[in-house]
């Protein structure tokens, strides 16, 4: 990835876990008002994944779907640049929507130049090495083949298996400890070695937060983007560096 932010351009906004549903409208609303209010005017948006409470497919039939993807086209056409990579609840948004809505589809890393300082972004969850149980389920429903099979199942099919895996997944969140669900410290080194970057950014843990990482002798800063279940927030970014906003919803 080659995306470039220029110093001095303006501003860019990072945010991730938003979660939309038509049973939330009060966080659907919230975004709405950012997309209107703050990101309008900015260089560029970054939807780190889980923009979606689900996603069955491109066929996704929430009040919610179609709504968000006119209000992202109507900022991309005001000249902001929109860029989305999948998170674990909505890696089924392919090509159809994200031309509807105007954004463009990021690979999870993608390492970009940020106002000068090599960046990477990801959605979060592949941090999260010590949860290897996810980890497994990650890599079998992940699979090109995997999704291939689910999107020519029957939506209301999909429907189901959608919120059998909601259901499933919140279930197994309470018997794991809080630390296994967070990012390995270890991992989170390995991958800013390996992009050769200063500066990551990521969201999935809903642990909002800046963290610094010594990589190699040097200090390498680490953002944690807010969910928007109770809370709603982001990360901005310019050339003088990154701040993180976070307010209740």
Same mark, same amino acid.
């Given at each position: 990835?080659?995306?470039?932010?220029?110093? %001095? !351009?303006?501003?860019?906004?990072?945010?991730?876990?938003?979660?939309?549903?038509?049973?939330? /409208?009060?966080?659907?609303?919230?975004?709405?008002?950012?997309?209107?209010?703050?990101?309008?005017? +900015?260089?560029?948006?970054?939807?780190?994944?889980?923009?979606?409470? !689900?996603?069955?497919?491109?066929?996704?039939?929430?009040?919610?779907?179609?709504?968000?993807?006119?209000?992202?086209?109507?900022? =991309?056409?005001?000249?902001?640049?929109? &860029?989305?990579?999948?998170? #674990?609840?909505?890696?089924?948004? !392919?090509?159809?929507?994200?031309?509807?809505?105007?954004?463009?589809?990021?690979? @999870?890393?993608?390492?970009?130049?940020? &106002?000068?300082?090599?960046?990477?972004?990801?959605?979060?969850?592949?941090?999260?090495?010590?949860?290897?149980?996810?980890?497994?389920?990650?890599?079998?429903?992940?699979?090109?083949?995997?999704?291939? $099979?689910?999107?020519?199942? /029957?939506?209301?099919?999909?429907?189901?298996?959608?919120?059998?895996?909601? +259901?499933?997944?919140?279930?197994?969140?309470?018997?794991?400890? !809080?630390?296994?669900?967070?990012? #390995? +410290?270890?991992?989170?080194?390995?991958? $800013?070695?390996?992009?050769?970057?200063?500066?990551?950014?990521?969201?999935?843990?809903?642990?909002?937060?800046?963290?610094?990482?010594?990589? @190699? %002798?040097?200090?390498?800063?680490?953002?944690?983007? /807010?969910?928007? &279940?109770?809370?709603?927030?982001?990360?901005?970014?310019?050339?003088?560096?990154?701040?993180?906003? =976070?307010? @209740?919803?």
């Amino acid at each position: 990835m080659s995306l470039t932010e220029k110093p %001095g !351009a303006g501003r860019t906004y990072f945010v991730a876990d938003l979660h939309l549903t038509d049973e939330r /409208p009060a966080a659907t609303g919230r975004f709405f008002r950012f997309l209107q209010d703050e990101a309008a005017g +900015a260089d560029a948006l970054y939807i780190l994944g889980d923009l979606f409470e !689900a996603w069955i497919g491109d066929d996704h039939d929430e009040q919610v779907a179609g709504d968000t993807a006119q209000r992202l086209a109507t900022l =991309v056409a005001a000249g902001t640049r929109v &860029y989305f990579m999948h998170g #674990n609840r909505d890696f089924m948004l !392919a090509e159809r929507y994200a031309a509807r809505s105007g954004m463009k589809l990021l690979a @999870d890393p993608a390492r970009i130049d940020l &106002y000068g300082v090599p960046t990477l972004l990801m959605h979060g969850d592949t941090l999260c090495t010590d949860d290897t149980a996810y980890q497994d389920f990650r890599r079998r429903v992940r699979h090109p083949l995997t999704r291939a $099979l689910l999107r020519r199942l /029957p939506r209301a099919l999909r429907s189901r298996m959608a919120r059998q895996a909601r +259901a499933g997944s919140e279930a197994a969140k309470t018997h794991k400890a !809080a630390a296994i669900m967070d990012a #390995n +410290a270890d991992e989170v080194v390995r991958v $800013l070695r390996e992009h050769q970057a200063g500066r990551l950014i990521h969201g999935h843990t809903h642990r909002p937060a800046q963290h610094v990482h010594e990589v @190699d %002798g040097r200090e390498c800063e680490r953002w944690v983007v /807010p969910d928007w &279940y109770a809370r709603w927030g982001y990360v901005v970014c310019d050339a003088r560096g990154c701040t993180l906003r =976070v307010e @209740d919803l």
